[in-house]
C-alpha cells in the first residue's frame, strides 16, 4: 500500500468503527468538513450532531484505543487496496446510488480500480441451484462475458459460485461482494475461488465491511446493495419467493437498475422467485439478446445491429465449449450464407432459440448478418 495522508487514514478509522455507517459518515462530513476534523472533534460537538450520549462516548473509546497505522499494516500484509468515495477512482455506477460505502476494501491484482468499470453486471440467485440452475447460469454468463460484461456476484454458495466460475472459465473477469471482511473466507468452500478472483488476475474481492467481520444475515442486505449498484443490471436465475436474490434485485429497482429474470420450471419452488420477479415487471430472460437489447444504449450501442467490436471480442469460437444450438447453426453456415428462415429449417432450431443464437454468435465475431437477415461466417 503506498502512503496514505492523514484525512484518508481518518476515513479508514472510521471504517473500522461499527457505529458509523453511511449516512452517519455523511453527515459527520457535512458538520465538520473533512474526516480528520470529525476525527479530532470534541465529545460535546459529536452528541451535537445526533450522534446519540452512547454512540458519541463508544466513539471516544475507540480513537483512544484504535491505532491505524498497525491497521494499515495488516491491509498492506493482505494486499488489500482502499477507495473512498472521495476518490476519482471510485466506481461511478456504484457512486450514483443513495447509501454508496464510503470507503470500499479492495483484493485484486490490478491496483488501478479494476472495479471501476463501464460494463458490469450482476448475476444472482439461489445457494440451493439446481442442475437447470447451474445450465442456465453459466450459459447466460458465458454469453455476457464473451459480450465483454465483467460479472458481479456474491461469492455465496450456488448461483453465486457458478456466476464467478463461468466467468473465469470463459475468459472473463468478475466482481466478488463480500458480506464480511475481506480477510474472510466465506464459504469456506469458495477458498479456491477467492483466491483465483483476488490473487490471480480474475477479477477484484470487493467489501465495505473492516478487517475480522465475521459473515452473518443481517450484514447482507447492505452486500447486495452493492452487488446492484456496481452493476448495469441485476439477472436472477433461480431462487426461492423469499431468496436473498430477491433483495438484490428489489435494490437494482431501487437504484435505478434494470432487473432481469429467468424463468424456470413451473414444478421447481426455485423458479418461484424469477416468476415473482417478472409479475413485479421484471424482463423476463431466455438468452442473452434480451439483457442487450435492453441495455444497448447504457453501454454505447445505438446502432440497430448489436456488432462484434462493440463489445471487445472478435474471436473464432472453441467449437469444444459451444453450445449444441451454436453447433447446429454453425454447422448450416459452414458452406455458405443463409436467410434466417432457412437456419430455422436447416437447424430444426424454434425461430427464438434460432434468433437469439445467431445474436450471440454475431456478437462474438463468428457470423455476420449481411443485410436482410442473412448470415454467414465473419
Request: net charge positive; charged share 25%; glycine share 8%.
Amino acid at each position: 500500500m503506498t502512503m496514505m495522508d492523514e484525512e484518508k487514514k481518518c476515513w479508514v478509522a472510521f471504517s473500522v468503527f461499527p457505529g458509523i455507517g453511511p449516512v452517519r459518515f455523511k453527515l459527520l462530513l457535512n458538520y465538520f468538513g473533512s474526516a480528520k476534523a470529525a476525527w479530532r472533534a470534541p465529545t460535546s460537538e459529536l452528541k451535537k450532531i445526533r450522534l446519540g450520549e452512547k454512540l458519541s462516548d463508544e466513539f471516544e473509546h475507540f480513537r483512544k484505543t484504535f491505532d491505524v497505522e498497525d491497521y494499515l499494516v495488516r491491509l498492506a500484509k493482505l494486499h488489500v487496496s482502499v477507495l473512498t468515495l472521495s476518490d476519482p477512482k471510485y466506481p461511478r455506477l456504484l457512486r450514483e446510488i443513495s447509501d454508496p460505502p464510503f470507503l470500499l476494501y479492495i483484493k485484486g491484482r490490478k491496483t488501478d480500480s479494476p472495479i471501476n468499470l463501464d460494463r458490469t453486471i450482476a448475476v444472482v440467485g439461489t445457494r440451493k441451484v439446481t442442475h437447470y440452475g447451474v445450465e442456465v447460469t453459466q450459459r447466460i454468463v458465458s454469453d455476457l462475458v464473451a459480450c465483454g460484461f465483467t460479472i458481479v456476484s456474491g461469492l455465496a454458495y450456488g448461483v453465486d459460485a457458478v456466476a464467478h466460475q463461468t466467468a473465469i472459465d470463459s475468459g472473463g473477469k468478475t466482481i466478488a461482494v463480500l458480506g464480511c471482511g475481506i480477510d474472510i473466507i466465506a464459504p469456506p468452500s469458495n477458498a479456491r475461488l477467492y483466491h483465483q478472483i483476488g490473487e490471480e488476475g480474475c477479477g477484484a474481492i470487493v467489501s465495505e465491511m473492516p478487517l475480522g467481520l465475521r459473515p452473518n444475515k443481517g450484514l447482507f442486505p447492505a452486500r447486495n446493495r452493492i452487488i446492484s449498484g456496481l452493476s448495469l443490471g441485476v439477472v436472477v436465475t433461480e431462487g426461492a419467493d423469499d431468496s436473498g436474490a430477491l433483495i438484490t434485485a428489489r435494490n437494482a429497482g431501487e437504484q435505478g437498475r434494470e432487473v432481469f429474470a429467468v424463468p424456470g420450471p413451473i414444478t421447481s419452488p426455485y423458479s418461484k422467485g424469477p416468476a415473482k420477479l417478472i409479475k413485479q415487471g421484471a424482463k423476463l430472460v431466455d438468452s442473452v439478446e434480451d439483457i442487450l437489447e435492453e441495455l444497448k444504449e447504457k453501454i454505447g450501442v445505438t446502432s440497430k445491429t448489436l456488432r462484434p467490436q462493440d463489445f471487445g471480442r472478435n474471436q473464432r469460437l472453441d467449437l469444444k465449449n459451444a453450445t449444441k444450438e451454436e453447433r447446429k447453426i454453425l454447422a448450416c453456415l459452414s458452406d455458405h450464407q443463409m436467410h434466417v428462415d432457412e437456419v430455422v429449417r436447416h437447424s430444426g432450431l424454434t425461430i427464438s432459440v434460432a434468433a437469439a443464437t445467431l445474436t450471440v454468435l454475431e456478437m462474438k465475431g463468428i457470423i455476420k448478418d449481411f443485410g436482410d437477415k442473412v448470415y454467414g461466417l465473419v
